[in-house]
Nanobody, 129 residues
Framework: EVQLQAFGGGLVQPGGSLRLACAVS????????VGWFRQSPGKEREGVSC????????YYADSVKGRFTISRDNAKNMVYLQMNSLKPEDTAVYYC??????????????????????WGQGTQVTVSS
């Protein structure tokens, strides 16, 4: 079974930065596309960013574009989300999720939660003064 562990969340002031990380326990991580989603009270789960299994293609929600950067290190089975210029509206539980893909889709990104098969436990990000 594929397992994901997200960590790096915490309490930061507006304008601050955090780097989230997700460790994925799978043998062929370079065959897995990864996404970051977030959910805050009273709101639907939102796709924040995703990256193709190859690392070539990325996607960012309009709300985070220019502030967040997704990256991956396939040799370490790790995915990262660098979050800069944080705003109170970024407050949420952030989840990493993954989906196995075949070679024809190594460069494809998946923007919606229904594509993904495996989910981590989430890490809390709170942006407040």
């Amino acid at each position: 079974e594929v397992q994901l562990q997200a960590f790096g969340g915490g309490l930061v002031q507006p304008g601050g930065s955090l780097r989230l990380a997700c460790a994925v326990s799978v043998g062929d991580f370079d065959s897995y596309a990864v996404g970051w989603f977030r959910q805050s009270p009273g709101k639907e789960r939102e796709g924040v960013s995703c990256i193709s299994s190859s690392g070539i293609s990325t996607y960012y929600a309009d709300s985070v574009k220019g502030r967040f950067t997704i990256s991956r290190d396939n040799a370490k089975n790790m995915v990262y989300l660098q979050m800069n210029s944080l705003k109170p509206e970024d407050t949420a539980v952030y989840y990493c999720t993954t989906k196995r893909v075949t070679s024809a889709y190594f460069d494809r990104i998946y923007r919606h939660d229904y594509y993904y098969d495996y989910w981590g436990q989430g890490t809390q990000v709170t942006v407040s003064s």
